[in-house]
């Protein structure tokens, strides 16, 4: 008993003195925490609704939407002071069809006070050449080419009555990242100093994108679906990414 | 406790003993004169059990649309697997692909696959049959759902990857441990290049590989007998089939197609994208009189490749060389 009591006067302030040490490096840098992006598909201003409401493009010309799915990935949050930070394997698919994948959760993200938002619309060079991938970049989500090895970065489908394919279809399956038809987009955003990204331990913020499905036909070049009604990479689909580069995203509000 | 540890002293020697007796170690060995492959199996650590299981899906017909057409159905083994007298590919409900079947071979050291270089990832080449309408017509959700249902499949995934987890990922994966592994470099050629077994080459044979040096290697080049470029040989003024510039989008690359390897050349019959030569003499008079002046003909074609009827003989009698027995022949890649 006695010698047990002296070990433990012995051991404590050693104790002490390592537990202050890690508890003062996790204050400057270690804590993390979680924030949520949730994306509110759109079209000009109205809800998407797949199927059957019928929406109009910067031409005037009518369309419907059957299918809507995008990648977003790589996250990188930027703090006033200019640092930031990627958060590693951050790969999406968000689909209009599956109400679950709007809204991501991103884990693992150093606590602080962020001003800047920006990440890959579609996927990485890399990982279009890469091996078999699972998760958001799994094949079996529809959203990989078997023929031409890549990513469908952005796919819009439906119908106009102006389209002249087959049964009036709709089909932009945006993607390729090989120069001169690289559809690799960036979006980036600021965020209002005054509301900045908080993540804090106690604190989980929840971003709210909006995401108009008809940015894919305006912007850089007004598409007539008489004139373009399918692409699948290629010079076409490098149009529709200069269109949505910019205008697909917009940062709505932050609940912090 | 005693006796649990002699069991488990007994289990891990009698592990051993029917690894050594019954399995030869699946391996990959890089040839003595290939270079560094493109794919060394870094994240897809290869395995017994992943090879066994490859290999069983790259012969199961059972997960095409009809059950009809497996991998092994369009890549026999006896044609150094591309599939013999067919122009192209047969696919499900005896449909007719588009272009001849390429032979699976050396496909480590390869970057792009198929005759327009579509394809730029080993593991992921497999899912271009799996959909194409004229192949297996099928998708990679149907088989996964097929493989978790169909027994000895969940054990196999366990065995192979530790887990009786199925997804696209690990089927691809395990196909790649198969199709990564079809190593063709034990040819009459190769042993000569190594100066194995006192391998020398017949007269007629050194006199066609000189002719080779001077004439083909410039696009078929050693040791895997392609450079993989693509280029367009004239077979015809116009292309009926835009080849490479379906994936490039390039004009300039319309009517190229990926120079095929020539190993194995002897058994991989009928020739070019569309298998429109069924014998090595009509290849040779294409290039001696037939090259057409098509629109992106390879500049060293211009004026053809003039060979006479000895020197064809010789080129022939090299070629043959390239036949590697041991592949074609080797039970570790039968259907089993």
């Known amino acids: 008993m006695k010698i047990t009591t002296y070990l433990l006067a012995l051991l404590c302030p050693a104790l002490l003195l390592t537990s202050c040490k890690k508890d003062n490096n996790e204050i400057t840098a270690e804590t993390k925490s979680t924030f ?15 199927n059957t409401t019928t929406y109009k493009n910067a031409k005037g010309e009518d369309f419907k939407i059957n299918v809507f799915k995008y990648y977003v990935s790589n996250i990188k949050l930027s703090k006033a002071d200019g640092s930031s930070y990627l958060i590693r394997e951050s790969y999406f698919l968000i689909d209009a069809s599956k109400a679950e ?6 884990k693992d993200v150093p606590t602080g006070d962020y001003t800047k938002i920006e990440y890959t619309i579609g996927v990485d060079y890399a990982r279009n050449f890469a091996g ?13 080419w078997t023929w031409n090895s890549g990513y469908i970065f952005v796919k819009l489908e439906g119908t106009s009555p102006q389209s002249t394919a087959a049964n009036n279809a709709l089909t932009f399956h945006i993607g390729g990242v090989v120069d001169p ?15 900045p990204l908080r993540i804090r331990t106690d604190g989980k913020p929840n971003m709210h994108f909006i995401v108009n499905a008809a940015a894919l036909f305006t912007g850089k070049t007004d598409v007539s679906f008489a004139t373009l009604n399918f692409t699948m990479g290629g010079p076409n689909s490098v149009i529709v990414a200069n269109n949505y580069a910019n205008g697909l995203f917009r940062l709505d509000h932050i609940h912090n | 406790m005693l006796a649990l540890s002699i069991a488990l002293m007994y289990a891990c020697s009698k592990n051993e003993d029917e690894v050594s007796q019954q399995e030869t170690k699946i391996a990959f060995t890089v040839p003595s004169n290939f270079p560094a492959p493109a794919y060394n199996f870094e994240d897809n650590k290869l395995s017994n059990a992943g090879f066994a299981l490859g290999k069983k899906l790259f012969y199961d017909a059972r997960l095409s649309a009809d059950k009809s057409v497996s991998c092994g159905s369009c890549h026999q083994q006896f044609a150094a697997f591309t599939q013999l007298d067919h122009k192209v590919s047969h696919g499900v409900n005896n449909c007719q692909g588009k272009r001849n079947t390429p032979p699976l071979v050396n496909l480590a050291w390869q970057k792009a696959f198929f005759w327009d270089g579509g394809v730029k990832n080993i593991e992921t080449s497999p899912l271009n049959a799996i959909t194409d309408a004229c192949e297996m017509g099928t998708d990679i959700q149907t088989i996964v759902a097929f493989l978790k249902a169909t027994a000895p499949y969940p054990d196999m995934f366990k065995q192979a990857f530790g887990s009786t987890e199925i997804n696209s990922q690990l089927i691809l994966k395990s196909i790649t441990q198969f199709t990564a592994i079809l190593v063709s470099a034990n040819s009459k050629y190769d042993q000569v290049m190594r100066k194995e077994n006192g391998a020398v080459f ?4 050194q006199a066609g590989y000189t002719l080779f040096k001077e004439k083909c290697s410039s696009c078929h080049a050693e040791p895997f007998f392609t450079d993989f470029s693509y280029r367009s040989n004239g077979l015809d003024l116009l292309s009926a089939d ?4 379906h994936i490039t989008s390039l004009q300039a690359d319309f009517g190229k197609f990926r120079v095929p390897t020539l190993r194995n050349i002897e058994y991989t019959s009928p020739y070019m994208h569309d298998g429109r030569f069924y014998s090595l003499d009509e290849v040779l008079n294409h290039y001696d009189s037939g090259v057409k002046a098509a629109e992106n003909l390879d500049a060293s074609l211009k004026s053809g490749i003039p060979l006479n009827s000895a020197q064809k003989e010789q080129i022939k009698a090299f070629l043959k060389t390239l036949t590697d027995h041991e592949f074609i022949k080797n039970t570790l890649f039968s259907e089993s």
């Open chain 1, 36 to 50: 949520t992006i949730e994306f509110d598909n759109q079209v000009n201003g109205s809800p998407l609704t797949l």
């Open chain 1, 101 to 106: 994948s709007t809204n991501i959760t991103l």
């Open chain 1, 132 to 144: 078999a991938q699972t998760g958001a970049l799994d094949p079996a989500n529809g959203m990989f």
């Open chain 1, 181 to 195: 038809n690289n559809t690799i987009r960036t979006f980036a955003t600021e965020i209002n100093a005054a509301n």
């Open chain 2, 202 to 205: 017949t007269a007629s044979e």
């Open chain 2, 242 to 245: 835009e080849g490479r510039s």
